[in-house]
């Protein structure tokens, strides 16, 4: 029952590189989300999606791109990291199958350092 | 861009204790979710209220969904020390809209 997975779990990266976050689910869920959290504060949503082939802009987008190719996987990429990117990302899916405002899904995180 | 206020921060308890938080905005929510977040995990979802004025219970969590639609509360009893994590409740503004607006979160801590 593997819900939503992340990868990597932790990553270093130096200012300027680029690396892609990714996320999987297999509940066959619609929409898909990213989120960042820094020390001490709440989630801020980076983009969502909610189906294949369609993405949007949550609160905090500039520095990120997504893509959704596929129902299961919606990755997060960083073109050119800098240190205010350092934090925990976490994926979250949920369906609206059942209607509207069902609960998300999370997936464990990736911590991200950019030095 | 709006966070939800929670309260408290933080609060330390003795196991066997009562807790209680509240989550307030500014802005109408029409649902409410109260997730727990343990260190190095994702948030887990506790409970989640779709009705002003609603009550739900799971386990020894009751969760309320404010008559004002503007806030909501979570009351934990009897805490054991597994409840130890970061509590962040979370609204959704528009039916369709499945943004999540968090809150600032409330760090319980059972002293021994």
């Known amino acids: 029952n593997a819900g939503v997975t992340q990868t990597p779990k932790f990553r270093i990266l130096k200012i300027g590189q680029s690396m892609t976050l990714q996320c999987t689910q297999d509940m066959n869920h619609n929409y898909m989300y990213w989120y960042r959290q820094d020390p001490g504060m709440g989630l801020k949503l980076i983009y969502y999606s909610v189906g294949a082939g369609i993405t949007d802009k949550g609160e905090v987008p500039n520095g990120y791109n997504v893509s959704r190719s596929t129902t299961e996987d919606f990755p997060l990429r960083l073109e050119l990291a800098a240190p205010s990117q350092t934090s925990v990302y976490f994926c979250?899916?949920?369906?609206?199958?059942?209607?509207?405002?069902?609960?998300?899904?999370f997936g464990d995180g990736t911590r991200l350092s950019i030095l | 861009g709006q966070q939800l206020n929670q309260s408290p921060q933080s609060m330390f308890i003795q196991e066997g204790e009562d807790v209680s938080m509240n989550c307030t905005s500014s802005?109408?929510?029409?649902?409410w979710l109260w997730y727990k977040q343990d260190p190095g995990e994702g948030p887990v979802l506790l409970i989640a209220?779709?009705?002003?004025?609603e009550l739900t219970s799971n386990g020894r969590l009751t969760a309320q969904f404010g008559i004002t639609r503007k806030d909501s509360f979570l009351n934990i009893s009897a805490s054991i020390p597994s409840d130890v994590g970061i509590y962040f409740c979370a609204g959704v503004k528009n039916f369709g809209n499945e943004k999540l607006t968090f809150g600032t979160g409330t760090r319980l801590t059972i002293i021994p």
């Open positions: 802005s109408i929510f029409n649902t």
């Open positions: 209220l779709y009705k002003a004025g």
């Open positions: 979250a899916s949920s369906s609206v199958d059942r209607g509207p405002n069902q609960p998300q899904h």
